[in-house]
């Protein structure tokens, strides 16, 4: 509240005509459209309002202040490797394998395809390359599987044990045995202390598919002098090849080194587990 010292402008209203609500006996406008002010018995309150134009603020006294733009800066991201997009290997992989469907079983023209499907690459397409054996693989179509693994490893690509296991069991269902062997020494000699032991299964699964068991004794003794405990599956498969050979004790003896202290059968319709070999036969 603050004592009026200007000479304002007055225009009165009859106080009837006023609801008791209303705490005004009379009003004052200024010339000035942002200042409003109100007289009650000699008092007067003032409210000032400020206008905002274009990004600048008027005070009561014109003064016009321009507000500073801020820039906000973004944060740089350091990568420490470059990622490839890979989007699009599927549809590639995909135009590969209906490439590869309308060509003849010869390695030239398969090559050939295969050389200009890559021409225009920058890199290697490897994701779409796997992917394309993949989809051959689910289609059973091993001899195409053969080819275009191949021609991966000429390109010095795609040599991993996912590439090894896909290109043994393309020879095992392609009935290509001695060219599976070809491929096992040479990674047994150059992979000896990395060789996982799904690709020891997945050889002498090979070996036993085409009734070869000395051959699976031998990729056999590899694993134990390597120190790979091979699964039940390839257990088995050994202790059959023992059996073959009439090695009665071998084959036991593999089967109660490498299988499980306990089976599980069917007593009364309920599922029980119960020991494989009883006390009185380890005694």
Not at 47 to 76: C, H, I, L, P
Not at 261 to 266: D, N, R, T, V
Request: proline letters at 2%.
């Amino acid at each position: 509240m603050a004592l009026c010292n200007f000479n304002p402008i007055l225009v009165r209203f009859p106080l009837q005509e006023l609801s008791k609500s209303q705490e005004f006996s009379s009003f004052s406008f200024l010339e000035s459209p942002s200042c409003f002010k109100a007289k009650r018995f000699g008092f007067c309150t003032r409210a000032k309002f400020s206008e905002t134009q274009a990004g600048e603020v008027k005070g009561s006294y014109g003064a016009s202040v321009k507000r500073k733009e801020v820039k906000k800066v973004g944060k740089n991201e350091h990568h420490l490797w470059k990622k490839n997009d890979s989007a699009g290997s599927g549809q590639k992989a995909l135009n590969l394998v209906r490439m590869l469907s309308g060509l003849p079983n010869e390695k030239e023209a398969v090559y050939g395809a295969l050389n200009k499907w890559v021409a225009w690459e920058t890199e290697f397409p490897i994701v779409a390359a796997a992917k394309a054996l993949q989809i051959l693989r689910k289609r059973s179509q091993w001899h195409r599987v053969i080819q275009v693994a191949k021609w991966m490893l000429s390109k010095g690509q795609g040599a991993t044990m996912g590439t090894y296991d896909t290109l043994l069991l393309a020879f095992d269902m392609d009935e290509r045995a001695d060219e599976a062997e070809s491929l096992w020494n040479m990674i047994l000699h150059t992979h000896t202390r990395s060789i996982p032991r799904r690709l020891f299964a997945r050889m002498i699964a090979l070996y036993a598919h085409h009734d070869l068991q000395h051959k699976v004794i031998e990729v056999f003794a590899d694993m134990e002098e390597l120190k790979v405990r091979p699964d039940e599956d390839t257990a088995r498969r050994v202790a059959r090849a023992f059996r073959e050979l009439g090695q009665e004790e071998k084959q036991e003896l593999i089967l109660r080194r490498y299988l499980s202290e306990y089976k599980y059968i069917y007593f009364n319709g309920e599922r029980v587990r119960v020991k494989r070999y009883s006390s009185e036969e380890e005694g």
